[in-house]
Every structure is written in structure tokens, then in C-alpha cells.
């Protein structure tokens, strides 16, 4: 699962790079699955210049929660 969170947020990050119209519904469906792990992440950590890095940290996030998760199952 975890693959797939940061799966979506790559792609979302690298569509914002990309003047895609936001009303896509490919691009909605993205926005309302990634928004609220993205959201509270953008109040903590600031813009570096022009620069969002809360996807970033996002994806180390879930990556360390994932391992973290794997071993107390295993």
C-alpha cells in the first residue's frame, strides 16, 4: 500500500511541474487522494523559494511508517 501513496504523490508532483487543466478528472481523483496527506505537511514545513518539499517528506513519511509497520508484523 504504502507503494501506491508514494506512487500518487510522485505523479502529482510531477504533473504540477506541467500546465494540466485541474478539472481532469484523472487530475481531481489525484488531488482529493493525495490532498489530505499533503495538506497538513504544507502547514509544518515551509516553501523553500518556490519549492514545496512536503511531497518529499511525505514520501520518507509513509516509506519509514511502511518499514516501521513490516517489522512489528513480521
Do not use: C, H, K
Not at 39 to 47: G, H
Amino acid at each position: 500500500m504504502t507503494w501506491v501513496l508514494t506512487a500518487l504523490i510522485f505523479f502529482r508532483a510531477i504533473l504540477s511541474w506541467f500546465p494540466i487543466d485541474p478539472r481532469n478528472p484523472l487530475v481531481t481523483l489525484l488531488y482529493e487522494v493525495t490532498e489530505p496527506i499533503l495538506a497538513p505537511m504544507r502547514n509544518v514545513i515551509p516553501r523553500i523559494g518556490m519549492i514545496d518539499i512536503s511531497p518529499l517528506v511525505a514520501i520518507i513519511l509513509i516509506q519509514i511508517i511502511g518499514q516501521l509497520l513490516v517489522r512489528e508484523l513480521s
